[in-house]
């Protein structure tokens, strides 16, 4: 019931193309939700972030939208480039927990070709 | 900006070895975290540390592991003997206070134990 579960695992677009990376989670008191994107030989770095009372999040061209009875949550990136070729973590916690860690999906590795 | 940093970048030691991870969190943190992220693999929650104790801790986080704040800026993860499998990329992280759920994450020590 911890799990987050993440797909596709590898996805490849052309440029300016718009990529969809899809979660689904099963535990209910989840109550935000983080992506983070990775590149290869570096630590995860926060990109967006999501309460479950809000249905779409935009910040530049990065956006959340929110399904919360179907408890599922996707992350779409528009105009892709090149340089957002990574791999790209959606995540949970319960933010009434003391300690607030995060359960992570399994990764997406994002291709993105000029 | 501040940054959470991580020495060494790379530990490489022979199993049944004693190996300590350090980590400098952001300095005005108060939540301290290691995941790890074994090669291909999600990232994995160990432990996450507040006011010099544990608050949470996985499964993974057995007796073999350890974590400690020495002083006013590091925080570190010892693990006695090491075995094979904990060959994996280590990443710290720190929150800020009880307000804020983002957490930041370090580049990582990668440990290979031969």
């Known amino acids: 019931q911890q799990q987050v579960k993440q797909s596709p695992q590898s996805l490849i677009v052309q440029k300016g193309g718009i990529p969809i990376i899809n979660c689904a989670y099963e535990?209910?008191?989840?109550?935000?939700f983080p992506w983070y994107q990775q590149f290869p030989g570096k630590g995860p770095a926060l990109l967006i972030a999501?309460?479950?009372?809000?249905s779409e999040k935009k910040e530049g061209r990065f956006t959340i939208s929110f399904n919360k009875s179907a408890k599922q949550f996707s992350l779409h990136i528009m105009d892709s480039q090149p340089g957002d070729s990574a791999t790209y973590f959606c995540?949970?916690?319960?933010?009434?927990?003391?300690?607030?860690?995060?359960?992570f999906g399994s990764g997406t590795q994002l291709t993105v070709l000029p | 900006e501040p940054e959470v940093t991580q020495t060494p970048s790379h530990q490489v030691t022979q199993m049944g070895q004693e190996v300590i991870l350090r980590c400098v969190p952001i300095?005005?943190?108060?939540?301290f975290y290691w995941y790890r992220q074994i090669l291909g693999q999600k990232v994995e929650f160990l432990v996450s540390?507040?006011?010099?104790?544990?608050?949470?801790k996985s499964e993974i986080f057995d007796d073999q592991f350890s974590v400690e704040r020495p002083d006013g800026s590091n925080f570190t993860l010892k693990i006695r003997s090491t075995k094979l499998e904990d060959s994996a990329m280590y990443f710290c992280?720190?929150?800020?206070?009880?307000?804020?759920?983002?957490?930041?994450f370090g580049p990582g020590t990668r440990l290979t134990v031969l």
């Open positions: 992280a720190s929150r800020g206070g009880a307000a804020y759920n983002e957490q930041f």
């Open positions: 535990n209910t008191a989840f109550d935000y």
């Open positions: 999501i309460r479950p009372d809000v």
């Open positions: 995540a949970a916690l319960i933010s009434s927990g003391s300690a607030r860690q995060l359960t």
């Open positions: 300095s005005n943190h108060l939540y």
């Open positions: 540390f507040y006011n010099n104790e544990i608050s949470e």
